[in-house]
């Protein structure tokens, strides 16, 4: 990514994931931070995650599950019915974590790059029934 384009994202991440329609999320152990989701308004009821990470040091603990839980229920409580994002192929033991909350796969959106459609797989969860 180009090195300029990465700071103007870091310098909007608090504007792209502000609260009410967005929220950012941060796992401690120890005192240390180790991961974070945010997520934002995708379109009427459907909010979009699109930044999770954990650190090497978070690993093993059940932190991305436990974004994840915190995530919905906050997500839950601004209004949102379902949740979807987008993620690279090459991180299977996240996609298995991603299945195991509750994620189905979905098709890539109609204008999706085809050059990239063998690498990103989409997904969506229901969060109310």
Known sequence: MDPGRFAVILDDLPSLHARPSGGILVASLKDQPVGCVMYNKASAG??????????????????????????????????????????????????AMYEAAGFTDIPHPEHFPDQWRPYVYFMERTLVE
């Open 46 to 95: 459907v909010a979009e995650f699109n930044r999770m990470f954990v650190s090497e040091n978070g690993r093993g603990y059940g932190v991305g599950r436990r974004l994840l839980e915190h995530m919905f229920e906050q997500m839950i409580q601004d209004g949102y019915q379902k949740v979807i994002f987008s993620s690279a192929n090459f991180l299977t033991h996240a996609k």
